[in-house]
């Protein structure tokens, strides 16, 4: 890997995007290099991911203009689907996400974000969506994950001004979860997915699985998307052991993901 370093530390997964000499913007290498990582994760060991960017002033600055400025209408598009491909395996992928936002957020990077689970960020965090200023529109998934975050009249104010914003306004309008200094922020990232990753991993996949999947029904399909789920938590050694150590009284329990 020449733009991603993976780092396991316990039952989580530390993902870094590691191209601090171009604000770590995505190009076609480190987009395939992120998709190869994704499939490498040892799902049974890990619990938890955090994707994070390297250095203090960028999560990820955007895509790379300078790959996409000579692009034909037909290498546009699959450029587009690269990237939408990529970041629906990340938003789908069977374990919780966590990203850790350090610094810009731009235009891709702002969409990479939007497809993890929860977003934290530095309080010297920028986001913002300024491709109509480049004559395109976002193009891996922004136009449709911003609207569904934050709302559609949000979205469109953000994304026809092409205007950034601070990490107080992406919390304000319910962007971030989370701001937090940048000494603070990977360590409050780990800290979270420790948490995430002390309950039981066939848990909190069904549940990560419901609230997706159930976002993109009406209620009447969602709540049986959820029975399905629940259901299928039951005969687990997992759902044995967190009932039994509460019935007992027992704050230790081991949890196998089986």
Known sequence: MDFITYEVEGQVGIITINRPKAL?????????????????????????????GAGEKSFVAGADIGEMSTLTKAEGEAFGKKGNDIFRKLETFPLPVIAAINGFALGGGCELSMSCDIRICSDNAVFGQPEV???????????????RLVSPGMAKQLIYTARNIKADEAYRIGLVNAV??????LPAAKKMAAG???????AVRNCKKAINEGLQVDMDQAIVIEEKLFGDCFETHD???GMGAFLEKRKEKTFTNN
Do not use: H, M, W
Request: aromatic share 4%; net charge negative; hydrophobic share 40%.
């Open 24 to 52: 770590n913007a995505l190009n076609s290498k480190v987009l395939e290099e992120l998709d190869a990582t994704l499939e490498a994760v040892d799902q049974d060991a890990i619990r938890c991911l955090i994707l994070t």
């Open 133 to 147: 200023g480049l004559g395109i529109t976002p193009g891996f998934g922004g136009t449709q994950r911003l609207a």
């Open 180 to 185: 937090y200094t940048q000494e603070e922020l």
């Open 196 to 202: 995430i990753a002390k309950n039981a991993p066939i």
């Open 239 to 241: 759902q044995k052991e």
